[in-house]
């Protein structure tokens, strides 16, 4: 059931009292209060010289005075920053672990999104000797059973004395390799349900990255799974305690029982820290339930709901429904080799779309699709080498792209209307990041103006210009047009069941239509 529509739903007393990031001021590396010197050493490798608003204030509330006592929700706009934003902060306070391991997972919705993430997390990570995993099916499950436990020599009689080592050695015989793991929800159930030795019992620190995405679909009860197994019903008493230690050590106390006091002075209370983010954060009440937040703290920018990157510039564009294809690859055209991205509302119209703009094969425009149609390693190769530049035009699906990160994005083109202003948010949402300028075009029918002045209204900084190719640029691509068309009939069927070699085939509905809150 999709999220109830704004207005008809009351927001949650904690969420009618944000701390509005945007008054916030940049803040250089150099003088961030706490901040470890390798951290600085790394950000600075980084090419980041200062922090943003949305890290500083996380950075206040987790390393500074708010001492984390309350769970994070943070509505932040795209590109803003919201991965280092968690990533410092938690790296920095497990810096001065002693024994390893796994104390904070991050989870996202999309295996590239997670190799993103993890990549973000390794640059700062290993300049203070932490080590971070990855659990998205990337490689087969058995290595990546290797890189997250080990089962260390254990010989009978070494006593340990740090009370971690003991429960660490002592739960079957395994340790973590990691400090850190950034999973997609399925692999992380296939780890916490089969691979022996993978454990939550320490974990101090749960991310939930596009958090309103996630809260969507259940991806096999993976959260409510993580806080059971999480979940200390005993003040002092890891639910494993008594199953794995054969002798007890009195009761078995992890950092995070006598760690973290969350709000309830002079109670240790055993909660994990949670951060929660979105650029289009839920405010529906039943699904932030499903995180059972402690004293959550909403911090956003600005003042209305929906906010889009500050520089970025959004036009429209009408043409007749039928000749869409040529207007796109007309304004492709006129945006010379520029790299965009090209939203269209579904896998199959994506996939057309491409082999339909290759047939003009005079402009030099390189386009590639990127779709779940598309096995994920081609995927993957397809945005490794968008990253690199060997194409210019991306053509993608919704659900493949939120949170993507693709430096040098300065077009973004909505050859469908988005229906809903969070699919809006999130496309335009891959180009003017990190304060740069971007573009955001979106091809309408006449009778679609209406509708989408509406939708834009929704969020601030929604002022949209109309945008026309000139008619001596179409004009000369009509014939290719009408031919790419007969070519295109004749080569790729309607449905998606026998597209080319390299797609993924499947059984069931093979669409990724644009959901009511992607
Ligand atoms: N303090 C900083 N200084 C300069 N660049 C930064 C800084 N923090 C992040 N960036 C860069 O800004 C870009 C966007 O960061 P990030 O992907 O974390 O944004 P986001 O808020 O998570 O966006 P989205 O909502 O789309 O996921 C990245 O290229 C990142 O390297």
Redesign the pocket.
């Known amino acids: 059931m999709g999220e109830q529509k704004q207005g008809s739903i009351p927001v949650l007393p904690w969420m009618r009292d944000p701390v509005d990031v945007s008054l916030c001021q940049e803040f250089p590396v150099d003088h961030v209060p706490c901040l470890d010197s390798r951290l600085k050493v790394a950000l600075q490798n ?3 010289s ?3 608003p949305v ?1 500083v204030v996380v950075w206040q509330e987790i390393v500074g005075p708010g001492n984390f006592e309350r769970d994070l929700c943070i509505n ?9 934003a968690y990533a410092l902060p938690i790296v920095q306070t497990l810096s001065t672990r002693v024994v390893k391991c796994l104390r904070a997972l991050v989870v996202l919705p999309t295996r590239d999104l997670a190799l993103q993430v993890k990549e ?1 997390f390794d640059e700062i990570a290993s300049a203070v000797g932490l080590s971070v995993g990855l659990a998205v099916g990337q490689s087969s499950i058995a290595d990546e059973i290797s890189q997250l436990v080990t089962v260390p020599e254990y010989e009978a009689g070494s006593i340990c004395y740090v009370p971690e080592d003991i429960s660490l050695r002592l739960q079957r015989g395994f340790q973590s390799k990691v400090d850190i793991l950034v999973a997609t929800p399925g692999r992380l159930m296939d780890h916490i349900n089969t691979t022996k030795g993978f454990t939550l019992e320490h974990l101090q620190y749960l991310v939930v990255d ?1 958090t309103d995405r996630l809260l969507r679909e259940a991806y096999q009860s993976w959260l409510p799974t993580v806080l059971e197994l999480t979940h200390y019903d005993d003040e002092n008493i890891s639910p494993l305690a008594n199953s794995c230690l054969p002798y007890t050590f009195g009761p078995l106390r992890t950092r995070r029982t006598c760690g973290v006091e969350r709000g309830f002075k002079g109670k240790p209370y055993p909660r994990i820290a949670k951060m929660v983010l ?2 289009t954060l839920t405010q529906d009440p039943s699904k932030l339930s499903q995180l059972d937040l402690h004293h959550p703290l909403f911090l956003k920018a600005g003042k209305t709901r929906y906010q889009l990157p500050v520089n970025l510039e959004s036009y429209q564009l009408i043409c007749e429904s039928n000749l869409k294809p040529l207007y796109l690859v007309g304004l492709l055209q006129t945006l010379g080799q520029e790299q965009c991205i090209v939203f269209t509302k579904s896998v199959v119209s994506t996939h057309r779309l491409c082999v339909l703009v290759n047939f003009f094969t005079s402009l030099q425009i390189k386009i590639r699709e990127y779709s779940s149609l598309q096995r994920q390693s081609v995927r993957s190769k397809t945005l490794k080498a968008f990253r690199k530049g060997d194409f210019q035009v991306l053509v993608s699906s919704d659900a493949m792209t939120r ?1 993507m ?1 693709v ?1 040098g994005i300065r077009n973004v083109i909505n050859y469908d209307m988005p229906k809903y202003i969070k699919t809006y948010i ?1 496309r335009a ?1 891959r180009t003017a ?2 304060g740069q300028t971007g573009r955001c075009f979106t091809l309408l029918r006449k009778d679609e103006a209406r509708q989408f002045k509406k939708l834009l209204q929704k969020a601030d900084n929604s002022s949209c210009c109309e945008h026309s190719v000139p008619s001596s640029v179409i004009e000369p691509l009509q014939p290719t047009y009408e031919s790419a068309l007969k070519k295109l009939k004749e080569t790729v069927p309607r449905t998606p069941k026998k597209l080319k070699v390299g797609f993924k085939f499947s059984k069931g509905r093979n669409h990724e239509n644009e959901t009511k809150y992607t």
């Open positions: 980084m090419g980041i200062e922090l943003f890290q932040s706009p795209t590109g803003s920053g919201k991965t280092l973000v596009e979105s650029a949170g990160d430096e999130h949402g990041r990190a």
